[in-house]
């Protein structure tokens, strides 16, 4: 019968068994030792608690690091100054003692994780599944993340940056993390089309929840609403949209880049070639538009398509109204 081996791979952090050697760390500090003192009992703890915060340790080198520190507390102190950490020790081994037999037995229980200890994992479980192109995988956890950043995020938060602010410790910024699950439900709809349905959940749900988001960040997830709708050939659905956006937001070009995108840019466009130069010509008359260079460059890759020329692209100037009460040319006010 082969004798048994405690697992040398470490597992996740155990914040329940941590807190059991607290009461050493307490007792220790209550000592009231010189720095350069306390500082050799503190070396010795710090040994043990790096083996025990998450697993992959052997009870036998942690009986000896309990043993070296309880002859420390001795060497330091003696017995009687040191009964407090002397005891604080003995409970913890008992402890250990206890948990080492369910080891054994197949019996410990799973270490317990908050609610934000499992948004952490979930978070980066999907950014290593999205790493190997596991798309519909990532989205899977992503999506369980979801539903804790609902229980999590503050009741008077409006937007995505303000669960950022509540819980500022978090591994990956909830605000840059939910675009991110926002792009990988589309990867996720070109392998199972039934995540394009959950895509558009879950913008309906981001946008509800955070009205008040960064306007970049909204007009990504209003555009990611047109775009799973057209997916899912709710053709009429999605232009309302794009309308609705392009309404919205005038000036934002990547409103009609996106929405032109449908009509030729993907492999199962309409190649409707007319419709969408159209569109990028509106964009391109207006005044403020936010990003004309990328708009422009849409413009000849689709005339290229096309096999037309591009028309002359003349920029746009604000117009002038002629007062004839003043004889004097005024700026027309924009609606």
């Known amino acids: 019968m082969n004798k048994w081996q405690p697992s040398n791979q470490p597992d996740r952090y155990d914040k329940a068994r941590v807190a059991q050697i607290a009461p050493v760390q307490a007792a220790i500090q209550a000592l009231g030792l010189p720095p350069l003192r306390q500082r050799k009992l503190n070396g010795v703890l710090s040994a043990l608690i790096m083996q025990i915060e998450d697993g992959g340790d052997n009870p036998t080198v ?15 102190v003696g017995a009687r100054q040191g009964t407090a950490v002397l005891q604080a020790i003995d409970r913890f081994a008992q402890a250990e003692a206890e948990r080492w037999q369910q080891v054994k037995a197949g019996t410990l229980p799973p270490i317990q994780l908050s609610s934000l200890e499992q948004l952490e994992e979930l978070m980066q479980t999907g950014y290593e599944l999205v790493n190997q192109n596991q798309y519909v995988a990532a989205c899977d956890q992503w999506l369980a993340a979801w539903e804790l950043v609902r229980q999590l995020a503050p009741a008077d938060a409006s937007s ?38 959950k895509r558009l959940a879950y913008v309906h749900d981001f946008l509800a929840r955070f009205p008040d988001d960064d306007e970049n960040r909204v007009l990504e997830f209003r555009r990611a609403q047109g775009e799973a709708l057209w997916q899912l ?47 990028l ?11 004309r260079p990328s708009l422009q460059e849409r413009l000849e890759r689709l005339y290229e398509e096309w096999e037309r020329p591009l028309p002359r692209l003349k920029l746009p100037t604000a117009r002038l109204k002629f007062s004839r009460r003043s004889g004097k040319r005024r700026k027309r006010k924009r609606s």
């Open 62 to 76: 942690n009986e000896l690091l309990l043993e070296a520190l309880q002859t420390a507390v001795l060497h330091q």
């Open 160 to 197: 995505s940056e303000a669960v950022d602010d509540a819980y500022p410790h978090l591994s990956h910024f909830v605000s840059q993390w939910a675009m991110d699950l926002m792009f990988e439900l589309y990867n996720a709809g070109l392998k199972d089309p039934t995540y394009f349905e």
């Open 233 to 279: 050939d709710r053709i009429a659905e999605a232009e309302a949209v794009y309308e609705a956006l392009v309404a919205d937001m005038p000036d934002k070009a990547w409103a009609y880049i996106g929405w032109s995108d449908e009509y030729y840019l993907f492999k199962d466009s309409p190649k409707d070639y007319e419709r969408a130069a159209a569109i």
């Open 281 to 291: 010509h509106q964009g391109w008359d207006r005044v403020n538009l936010d990003d």
